[in-house]
């Protein structure tokens, strides 16, 4: 039973050009979660998606940064114009429908450098 | 803000030594999760606490939920080299089923042999 996969693990982008990161939740999961890990500091809660719908953007920039979970296929995090801020580990997460969100399965994520 | 404080963030100790780190914060979770981390992975789940001075054990690991779901532990016995890397908290809200968790900024423990 594989795990949350992520791809790519590493992903170079200069200034300006869009960075596309792409999460396969664990079968049976529903609900996907994006996290941001900055250097230094912890987690932080981006975006919580379930099939087709955005449940909670509320850990989104305003700007640039879009996520999508459809129908079929992978759930994408999308950022535009990439700027050296966004440089980070960004981390996926998926839960079942039946708990809540309560326990939520990472992927190793995708360390994205901006130069 | 919902904050996680874990403490200490650092901790050396030598192989056979028992530690505790420590969770806390102002704010009551539904939940509690303690992850462990290594170096160029995802956080993997340790364990998840719910009901309020719930007691879980793995292996050497003792976690413990505070009474009134705001802090939380995690007691190590005997620790091992293999015991090395960041152990995270991360705490859930709430009824309504928003999904977010909030993390702590974790605690790197070194074991030396």
């Known amino acids: 039973n594989a795990g949350v996969m992520q791809n790519p693990r590493h992903l170079v982008r200069r200034r300006g050009q869009e960075a596309r990161l792409r999460c396969s939740p664990m079968?049976?999961?529903?609900?996907v979660y994006w996290y941001r890990q900055l250097p230094e500091e912890g987690l932080k809660f981006m975006v919580y998606l379930q099939k087709e719908n955005i449940i909670d953007e509320s850990g989104m920039p305003k700007e640039r940064f879009s996520a999508e979970f459809p129908k079929e296929g992978p759930s994408i995090l999308r950022i535009q114009q990439v700027v050296r801020g966004d440089s980070a580990a960004y981390f996926c997460?998926?839960?079942?429908?039946?708990?809540?969100?309560?326990?939520?399965?990472f992927g190793p994520g995708t360390r994205l450098t901006v130069t | 803000t919902q904050l996680l404080e874990q403490s200490p963030q650092f901790l050396s100790i030598q192989e056979g030594e028992n530690l505790t780190v420590y969770c806390n914060s102002s704010s009551v979770f539904s939940s509690l999760q303690w992850y462990r981390q290594e170096p160029g992975e995802g956080p993997v789940l340790l364990v998840t606490?719910?009901?309020?001075?719930e007691v879980k054990k793995l292996k050497r690991l003792t976690f413990q939920f505070g009474d009134a779901r705001k802090d939380s532990s995690l007691h190590i016995t005997a620790a091992q080299p293999g015991d090395t890397g960041l152990y995270l908290c991360?705490?859930?809200?709430?009824?309504?089923?928003?999904?977010?968790?909030?993390f702590g900024q974790g605690t790197t423990l070194q074991v030396k042999p």
């Open positions: 606490v719910v009901t309020g001075g």
């Open positions: 997460a998926s839960s079942p429908p039946s708990n809540k969100g309560r326990e939520q399965y």
């Open positions: 079968k049976g999961h529903s609900h």
């Open positions: 991360a705490g859930a809200h709430g009824s309504s089923n928003t999904g977010k968790l909030i």
